[in-house]
């Protein structure tokens, strides 16, 4: 008997599978890059948006300083800017503002 032919059926059913497994593992690669750079986006924007709150909050304690401002009022200068940082997320809204034409 010969056994070419059925052998080599199974060497190209093996060889179209095999490609197909690359073209996957190549899919399931570009799939968890993204996932990945998007995750480190979202997290590289948390620590941005803390490092500017620190930023503007030592420029509001250098101002204190420099001015030798009084306890009571240093610590509701403090907590104005906290509430108005949390208020707005540290969004400049006249900068928001200005963006819009119609509305400057």
């Known amino acids: 008997m010969h056994y070419f032919p059925i052998i080599s059926t199974y060497i190209i059913i093996i060889h179209a599978a095999l490609k197909c497994v690359k073209y996957y ?3 399931a690669a570009l799939m968890y ?4 750079g998007n995750v480190s986006a979202i997290i590289q924007r948390l620590y941005s948006g803390t490092a500017r709150y620190h930023t503007q909050m030592q420029k509001v304690k250098e101002f204190i300083r420099f001015h030798q401002i009084p306890n009571p009022l240093r610590q509701r200068l403090e907590e104005y800017f906290q509430h108005a940082w ?6 400049d809204m006249n900068m928001v503002r200005l963006t819009f034409e119609c509305l400057a």
Do not use: L, P, Q
Request: net charge neutral.
């Open 25 to 27: 593992y190549c899919v």
């Open 33 to 36: 890059a993204s996932i990945f």
């Open 86 to 91: 949390s208020y707005t997320n540290g969004i």
